[in-house]
């Protein structure tokens, strides 16, 4: 049974799984794999396990270079590191040309809290999602974490994960059908919809909670994949309920806010109402959910929003 | 002239002073790096309580010498040794890491007085360093510019970019102070990424090198001593240090580059530690 753990450690034993499996997984990491949980991979396969040392735009075009001559290489570091300082290396050297490679990058949102500014990720979803090519996902839980990562390394092509540092609850039935590009609902609701990516489906679990004891219906989907997007769930969603809250512990611009928004202002309009980080760099904090909670990214931000959206 | 008998006395209690302060605001902010905080603060002491030109009254001031912690996750050392030279009260350790506190995780040059660049992301504050020794050489200041890297950080291609352009410009105002403490977060860097053999590297990007013993505070006298009169090319002095430092039970332990969940454990070690180092 899956058990309440960080989505980085159901990665590490993922990738082992996947080891077993295939014998073209190797695992390119960048100093930081007791962080990552690479290094679980790399206990069980040291022959398959490359360091490239705090090297990240070496490691992710090293990478590129081995799925190239028929690898399916995993690239780790944290999200800031991966989709800032390997940027363009995975820009130009693996989406444009498709190479199969499946960069998961950990610690990701205000969510890591004490090492601050510097190693939040809080515009990784903006600037992959913004690369053509490229598969962006972002899961929500243990089970989703470890469905995610054996549907990325069966499929063929570029991807780009993010996952949290922060112990995840199990949201999901084991059995849950996970298919890339697909939300998952997690509750039925009539008056507005929450979308929410990441450590904030829990959140918006919470604020469903908190609101059906108002009397209020409320929608969640687990939006596990940011890029290609939902556009058939979000458009149902802003027909059959009233407005559309989104959640996600990243900066509110180019975000999941922004991809959810853009769908709707095309194909169907109505209110959206961002929850996230409201485009500043947050502090430092000794405590995750105090940290969120001061930034206004929890459940209780989602549900004022939602409430917002009722009286708008 | 030579650094006196009770110079170097009062710095390595200095030292010791700074080094239970570290660990004291680590334990207090629940996270923190304490093994390469310890390796270098004998040499940041030395900088800021005897070599550098600077007035903590006027963390501002344009002519000041400038002292970069590239390694910024070491930011504790840089913190304990500001606040002891008088740029902040020593209670503000104690908020290391907390929301608003002006001591973030990693040195926000925004928030922290002393601070001369905002650093974290490895590779980044060495050339940023870089940029203000050519700064100075433009403006006709005779301030001077160290920067301290790790022998980890020294794996990211920006480092040899920019020692390559500090060369190019001839920055004789620059010196950096690798902290070779031959550990890095996953283990030993001999066999995460080598970087031996490292004065060789520096010499051919036309560096000029020195290696030392980077706790021995007369070496490192001697060592910034030989750098200010060295004229037309970067200086770089490798310290070969021990990460930990002072704290035998850490010393040399890569686990310890982090605080891990152990971390009451550290609170033992520090009263267990040799009197001569905390005293
Ligand atoms: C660009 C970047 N990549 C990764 C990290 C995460 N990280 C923090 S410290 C560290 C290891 C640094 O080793 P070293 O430079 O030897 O420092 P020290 O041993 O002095 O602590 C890493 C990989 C980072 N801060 N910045
Ligand atoms: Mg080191």
Same mark, same amino acid.
């Given at each position: 049974?899956?058990?309440?753990?960080?989505?980085?450690?159901?990665?590490?034993?993922? @990738?082992?799984? @996947?080891? $077993?499996? *295939?014998?073209?997984?190797?695992?390119?990491?960048?100093?930081?794999?007791?962080?990552?949980?690479?290094?679980?991979?790399?206990?069980?396969?040291?022959?398959?396990?490359?360091?490239?040392?705090?090297?990240?735009?070496?490691?992710?075009?090293?990478?590129?270079?081995?799925?190239?001559?028929?690898?399916?290489?995993?690239?780790?570091?944290?999200?800031?590191? =991966?989709?800032?300082?390997?940027?363009?290396?995975?820009?130009?050297?693996?989406?444009?040309?498709?190479?199969?490679?499946?960069?998961?990058?950990?610690?990701?949102?205000?969510?890591?809290?004490?090492?601050?500014?510097?190693?939040?990720?809080?515009?990784?979803?903006?600037?992959?999602?913004?690369?053509?090519?490229?598969?962006?996902?972002?899961?929500? *839980?243990?089970?989703?974490?470890?469905?995610?990562?054996?549907?990325?390394?069966?499929? /063929?092509?570029?991807?780009?994960?993010? @996952?949290?540092?922060?112990?995840?609850?199990?949201?999901?039935? /084991?059995?849950? $059908?996970?298919?890339?590009?697909?939300?998952?609902?997690?509750? $039925?609701?009539?008056?507005?919809?929450?979308?929410?990516?990441?450590?904030?489906?829990?959140?918006?679990?919470?604020?469903?909670? =908190?609101?059906?004891?108002?009397?209020?219906?409320?929608?969640?989907?687990?939006?596990?994949?940011?890029?290609?997007? *939902?556009?058939?769930?979000?458009?149902?969603?802003?027909?059959?309920?009233?407005?559309?809250?989104? =959640? /996600?512990?990243?900066?509110?611009?180019?975000? @999941?806010?922004?991809?959810?928004?853009?769908?709707?202002? /095309?194909?169907?309009?109505?209110?959206?109402?961002?929850?996230?980080?409201?485009?500043?760099?947050?502090?430092?904090?000794? *405590?995750?959910?105090?940290?969120?909670?001061?930034?206004?990214?929890?459940?209780?931000?989602?549900?004022?929003?939602?409430?917002?959206?009722?009286?708008? | 002239?030579?650094?006196?008998?009770?110079?170097?006395?009062?710095?390595?209690?200095?030292?010791?002073?700074?080094?239970?302060?570290?660990? #004291?605001?680590?334990?207090? %902010?629940?996270?923190?790096?304490?093994?390469?905080?310890?390796? +270098?603060?004998?040499?940041?002491?030395?900088?800021?309580?005897?070599?550098?030109?600077?007035?903590?009254?006027?963390?501002?001031?344009?002519?000041?010498?400038?002292?970069?912690?590239?390694?910024?996750?070491?930011?504790?050392?840089?913190?304990?040794?500001?606040?002891?030279?008088?740029?902040?009260?020593?209670?503000?350790?104690?908020?290391? #890491?907390?929301?608003?506190?002006?001591?973030?995780?990693?040195?926000?040059?925004?928030?922290?007085?002393?601070?001369?660049?905002?650093?974290?992301?490895?590779?980044?504050?060495? +050339?940023?360093?870089?940029?203000? !020794?050519?700064?100075?050489?433009?403006?006709?200041?005779?301030?001077?510019?160290?920067?301290?890297?790790?022998?980890?950080?020294?794996?990211?291609?920006?480092?040899?970019?920019?020692?390559?352009?500090? %060369?190019?410009?001839?920055?004789?105002?620059?010196?950096?102070?690798?902290?070779?403490?031959?550990?890095?977060?996953?283990?030993?860097?001999?066999?995460?990424?080598?970087?031996?053999?490292?004065?060789?590297?520096?010499?051919?990007?036309?560096?000029? !090198?020195? #290696?030392?013993?980077?706790?021995?505070?007369?070496?490192?006298?001697?060592?910034?001593?030989?750098?200010?009169?060295? #004229?037309?090319?970067?200086?770089?002095?490798? %310290?070969?240090?021990?990460?930990?430092?002072?704290?035998?039970?850490?010393?040399?332990?890569?686990?310890?580059?982090?605080?891990? +969940?152990?971390?009451?454990?550290?609170?033992?070690?520090?009263?267990?530690?040799?009197?001569?180092?905390?005293?």
């Amino acid at each position: 049974m899956i058990e309440t753990q960080p989505n980085r450690v159901m990665y590490g034993r993922t @990738l082992v799984e @996947l080891g $077993e499996a *295939d014998e073209r997984v190797v695992v390119f990491e960048a100093d930081i794999a007791k962080s990552t949980n690479t290094y679980r991979f790399q206990q069980r396969f040291p022959h398959r396990f490359f360091q490239a040392g705090v090297a990240e735009l070496n490691m992710v075009c090293m990478a590129a270079g081995a799925a190239s001559a028929g690898l399916i290489p995993f690239a780790s570091t944290f999200c800031v590191f =991966a989709s800032m300082r390997a940027c363009e290396g995975i820009r130009t050297s693996i989406a444009y040309p498709r190479l199969n490679v499946k960069i998961v990058a950990t610690n990701a949102g205000v969510e890591i809290a004490g090492d601050g500014v510097t190693h939040q990720g809080i515009e990784d979803i903006a600037i992959m999602r913004a690369i053509p090519n490229l598969t962006v996902l972002s899961p929500s *839980d243990p089970v989703t974490t470890r469905l995610a990562t054996l549907a990325i390394a069966r499929m /063929e092509g570029p991807v780009y994960m993010r @996952l949290g540092r922060q112990p995840a609850p199990v949201l999901h039935g /084991e059995n849950v $059908e996970f298919v890339i590009g697909r939300m998952i609902p997690l509750r $039925e609701g009539q008056d507005v919809t929450v979308i929410a990516t990441g450590n904030m489906v829990q959140e918006a679990l919470g604020a469903a909670d =908190a609101l059906s004891a108002e009397g209020i219906s409320v929608r969640v989907l687990d939006c596990h994949t940011i890029k290609p997007i *939902d556009e058939e769930a979000i458009v149902r969603a802003a027909r059959e309920t009233r407005a559309i809250i989104t =959640a /996600e512990d990243h900066n509110i611009v180019g975000g @999941l806010g922004g991809a959810v928004s853009e769908v709707v202002a /095309e194909r169907h309009p109505c209110r959206v109402f961002r929850v996230g980080l409201r485009d500043v760099f947050a502090s430092s904090g000794r *405590d995750s959910r105090r940290l969120l909670a001061h930034y206004q990214i929890h459940a209780e931000a989602i549900a004022a929003a939602a409430r917002r959206a009722l009286l708008a | 002239m030579r650094i006196s008998r009770e110079q170097i006395a009062f710095l390595t209690a200095t030292a010791a002073r700074l080094r239970k302060n570290i660990i #004291r605001m680590i334990l207090k %902010a629940g996270s923190g790096h304490p093994g390469g905080s310890l390796s +270098a603060i004998d040499i940041i002491t030395y900088l800021y309580f005897h070599h550098m030109r600077i007035d903590p009254a006027h963390p501002g001031w344009p002519d000041r010498d400038r002292f970069i912690l590239s390694k910024g996750h070491c930011a504790p050392a840089l913190y304990a040794a500001l606040a002891a030279r008088g740029y902040f009260p020593e209670e503000l350790l104690w908020t290391l #890491r907390d929301i608003g506190s002006l001591l973030q995780g990693h040195p926000d040059m925004r928030k922290t007085p002393g601070v001369d660049i905002t650093t974290g992301s490895l590779g980044q504050g060495f +050339a940023c360093a870089t940029g203000i !020794a050519l700064g100075g050489r433009i403006l006709h200041k005779d301030f001077r510019v160290f920067v301290m890297v790790g022998d980890g950080e020294i794996q990211e291609g920006v480092v040899w970019e920019a020692a390559m352009a500090a %060369a190019h410009y001839g920055l004789d105002n620059l010196v950096a102070i690798v902290d070779n403490n031959r550990l890095q977060t996953d283990g030993r860097t001999s066999e995460i990424m080598a970087v031996e053999p490292i004065e060789q590297k520096w010499t051919a990007f036309g560096w000029d !090198a020195q #290696r030392i013993n980077g706790h021995d505070i007369e070496k490192i006298d001697d060592a910034f001593q030989q750098a200010r009169t060295c #004229r037309g090319r970067p200086q770089v002095i490798v %310290a070969d240090t021990v990460k930990g430092k002072g704290i035998p039970a850490i010393e040399d332990d890569p686990a310890w580059h982090s605080l891990p +969940a152990t971390a009451a454990e550290l609170e033992q070690f520090l009263a267990d530690a040799p009197r001569e180092v905390f005293e």
